[in-house]
């Protein structure tokens, strides 16, 4: 399918009308969120540990006095786990789970050091189990962090998986340390700075409810996959990448990092999370990956919804002054991962553009422009 055929699509899936609808979510949780912030206040006389910011970053840090930070931040890996399930694999779901957690605690500049994972199941089976051991091992040997504990819990009445599985989840909480002279939150990005991207493995954890849905429609994710080259399962099973050994290696060097984002749910309307107020036009993409033009292709999934939902092969974007990029790029490539300069830094504060497709948006949603 060529780029101009996907343009063309304007009607078909939508991450909503599969289930997932984010700005009801955001809504929903505003009591919640309301309670949670109010919390904050509970360390004010202590001091140590205190929150550094409000909620919505990728990770918050807390102030542990003597100018040193532990940021903390904590995720899961979502519909990913029903395909595990279906296939019958889950080695690999565990990697899954340490990198969403350690890939949002890097956007503040912390090294991460250890993750407290909890797993709810219907039924404790032992191989299952040792499976998801065997991903989180591999996750924390990649990341070098440790895992001091976790929680397992049989909530069977709870969980209600896909076909004749009974479901179960998989979710950590992560912590790191940063100099709180070093926290960033995009305070620094000034227009002009360019959009450094680091390519992704594919899907990563996000967008599956829509991916399923349009890739998978008769649940058999056995089924070779010719566009894939391989099958539907082992395409969806693919680990996210871990991108802590690149981020230590440039908080090593000498570079004037302003700001990095985690391209995970909400795509690339995530890099309005920076605390400047600018804008982001993103002009030079790469081909999308075979997974996501076949999402596209068999879901007829327009191209706002695409690039609003998934990271459509990058899962990190660096920003910083434009004659630093070049290291950023040469430092990507040493740790495995293709980069290049995706566009640049705008004063249209809140606004995303791809003008190479046409789309624009503000608050949360890419649209055709």
């Avoid at 931040?73 to 340490?98: F, P, S």
Wanted: some cysteine; proline content about 4%; charged content about 20%.
């Amino acid at each position: 399918m060529t780029e101009h055929e996907m343009a063309e699509s304007n009607e078909g899936m939508t991450y909503g009308a599969s289930g997932v609808d984010t700005g009801a979510a955001g809504r929903a949780l505003k009591g919640l969120a309301d309670c949670v912030v109010e919390t904050h206040s509970f360390r004010d006389a202590a001091g140590v540990g205190r929150p550094l910011r409000g909620l919505g970053y990728y990770a918050n840090v807390l102030d542990m006095g003597d100018g040193r930070g532990l940021a903390v931040a904590a995720d899961g890996v979502g519909t990913k786990l029903i395909v595990a399930e279906m296939v019958g694999r889950y080695d690999t779901v565990g990697i899954d789970c340490i990198a969403m957690n350690v890939n949002d605690l890097i956007c503040v500049g912390a090294e991460p050091i250890a993750m407290l994972d909890y797993v709810a199941v219907g039924t404790a089976d032992q191989d299952v189990l040792a499976q998801v051991g065997q991903g989180l091992l591999e996750g924390a040997r990649q990341c070098e962090i440790t895992i001091p504990g976790g929680e397992l819990a049989q909530v069977k009445e709870m969980l209600r998986g896909e076909g004749a599985t009974e479901g179960f989840d998989l979710v950590g909480t992560a912590v790191g340390t940063v100099p709180l002279d070093r926290v960033m939150w995009g305070q620094d990005i000034v227009p002009g700075d360019v959009v450094v991207g680091i390519a992704s493995k594919g899907l990563h954890s996000n967008g599956y409810t829509l991916a399923r849905k349009a890739l998978c429609p008769d649940g058999d994710y056995s089924r070779h996959d010719d566009d894939l080259g391989r099958t539907v399962g082992d395409e969806l099973l693919e680990p996210t990448a871990l991108y802590v050994a690149f981020a230590k290696d440039l908080f090593r060097q000498d570079i004037p990092l302003h700001a990095i984002c985690h391209i995970t749910g909400d795509g690339y309307m995530n890099l309005t999370r920076v605390e400047a107020d600018v804008g982001f036009c993103l002009d030079d993409f790469p081909d999308p990956l075979p997974v996501f033009k076949a999402i596209q292709s068999r879901g007829n999934v327009d191209l706002a919804e695409m690039y609003t939902v998934f990271n459509m092969g990058i899962g990190l974007c660096v920003i910083l002054p434009a004659d630093h990029a070049d290291a950023v790029v040469a430092t990507s490539t040493r740790h495995g991962y293709a980069a290049r300069v995706l566009g640049q830094v705008t004063d249209r504060a809140g606004l995303v553009e791809i003008p190479q497709h046409g789309l624009a948006g503000r608050g949360g949603k890419l649209e055709r422009v």
